[in-house]
């Protein structure tokens, strides 16, 4: 089993960065890949970035482009998703998610494909 915690959420303004930690324990995620998600009210879960777990091919939506980065240190089992220039409508709970994978250059994007999940930590972006 795999465990995921979130943290680094909170208030910041528009504009803003805020740097989102998922420490996962239980196993290493090495050879995992992982994903990040984001849940407005009233929305459904989208991915705003994915990794494979080999070769660092990422994954990142429209809305993230150019102002997300996911990024993970193995050794302290921790994946990262830097967020800059945060914009009100990035206002949402951010979740984690870990998948098994043998090929190390897939990542996945659907809710549907991971595993495991942390509980989520809260972003808000005031304008």
């Known amino acids: 089993q795999v465990q995921l915690v979130e943290s680094g959420g909170g208030l910041v303004q528009t504009g803003g960065s805020l740097r989102l930690l998922c420490a996962a324990s239980g196993r290493t995620v090495s050879m995992y890949a992982m994903g990040w998600f984001r849940q407005a009210p009233g929305k459904e879960r989208e991915c705003v970035a994915a990794?494979?777990?080999?070769?660092?091919?990422?994954y990142y939506a429209d809305s993230a482009k150019g102002r997300f980065a996911i990024s993970r240190d193995v050794a302290k089992n921790t994946v990262y998703l830097q967020m800059n220039s945060l914009k009100p409508e990035d206002t949402a709970v951010y979740y984690c998610a870990a998948q098994y994978t043998s090929r190390g250059s897939e990542y996945f994007t659907r809710v549907d494909e991971y595993y495991f999940w942390g509980q989520g930590t809260q972003v808000t972006v005031s304008s």
């Open positions: 990794g494979s777990w080999s070769d660092s091919n990422t």
